[in-house]
């Protein structure tokens, strides 16, 4: 759920390879032949990023501290929070404004898989990756992904542990970005090939 770092991730790509990256929590299995190359390669820069980021030692250590009955949950609320430092990082950069309109004009423009085709308009309606800036904002989008999953609303019983942890999740980020953005860009697996 953490569209704008994913967004920052595949901004050096084509138009179709960022929509791939946007909406890939949307698609279901392995079979991306129904999707066009570019968006395809999207969808699996996401996975590997997302695969990246849930064994990485800072998102471990995060998750370790999260309420017990509750930490399989946590990684969930997590992807949202690093969008908020994210957002607050670059809130006043001319970067971060066109990406921000480029991912509106993208996910209006298209289509999302039924998995998100109700909470994407509500998303760009709602400027969403500007709004994440705002820690409010985001414990309250938190707590609204959990009104989607079936049983008690267990990310909105994370909310007070987001805040208590707030410090330590800061840090957390401030060493996962940086080494997120060095991994990709070692790997070979970068947006740029995507143009």
Same mark, same amino acid.
């Given at each position: 759920?953490?569209?704008?770092?994913?967004?920052?991730?595949?901004?050096?790509?084509?138009?179709?390879?960022?929509?791939?990256?946007?909406?890939?929590?949307?698609?279901?299995?392995?079979?991306?032949?129904?999707?066009?190359?570019?968006?395809?390669?999207?969808?699996?820069?996401?996975?590997?990023?997302?695969?990246?980021?849930?064994?990485?030692?800072?998102?471990?250590?995060?998750?370790?501290?999260?309420?017990?009955?509750?930490?399989?949950?946590?990684?969930?609320?997590?992807?949202?929070?690093?969008? +908020?430092?994210?957002? @607050?990082?670059? %809130?006043?950069?001319?970067?971060?404004? #066109?990406? /921000? &309109?480029?991912?509106? =004009?993208? !996910?209006?423009?298209?289509?999302?898989?039924?998995?998100?085709?109700?909470?994407?308009?509500?998303?760009?309606? +709602?400027?969403?990756? @500007?709004?994440? %800036?705002?820690?409010?904002?985001?414990? #309250?989008? /938190? &707590?609204?992904?959990? =009104?989607? !999953?079936?049983?008690?609303?267990?990310?909105?019983?994370?909310?007070?542990?987001?805040?208590?942890?707030?410090?330590?999740?800061?840090?957390?980020?401030?060493?996962?970005?940086?080494?997120?953005?060095?991994?990709?860009?070692?790997?070979?697996?970068?947006?740029?090939?995507?143009?």
């Amino acid at each position: 759920m953490n569209f704008l770092a994913h967004a920052w991730l595949a901004c050096e790509g084509n138009d179709d390879f960022l929509y791939g990256n946007l909406i890939a929590d949307g698609i279901k299995g392995s079979d991306l032949s129904a999707w066009p190359g570019s968006v395809a390669a999207g969808v699996r820069h996401h996975r590997k990023v997302d695969a990246w980021v849930d064994h990485h030692p800072s998102v471990l250590d995060a998750k370790s501290r999260a309420p017990q009955g509750k930490r399989r949950y946590a990684g969930i609320a997590l992807d949202i929070v690093w969008d +908020h430092f994210l957002a @607050r990082e670059k %809130a006043n950069q001319w970067e971060q404004q #066109q990406l /921000v &309109a480029r991912c509106y =004009r993208l !996910l209006t423009a298209r289509s999302a898989p039924d998995r998100l085709a109700t909470m994407v308009p509500y998303l760009v309606e +709602h400027d969403w990756l @500007r709004s994440y %800036a705002d820690f409010d904002f985001t414990c #309250q989008a /938190v &707590a609204g992904i959990g =009104r989607r !999953l079936t049983g008690p609303n267990r990310l909105a019983e994370l909310i007070p542990w987001l805040h208590s942890d707030y410090p330590r999740l800061e840090a957390d980020f401030q060493i996962l970005w940086p080494a997120l953005s060095a991994a990709l860009s070692s790997s070979g697996f970068d947006a740029s090939t995507q143009r």
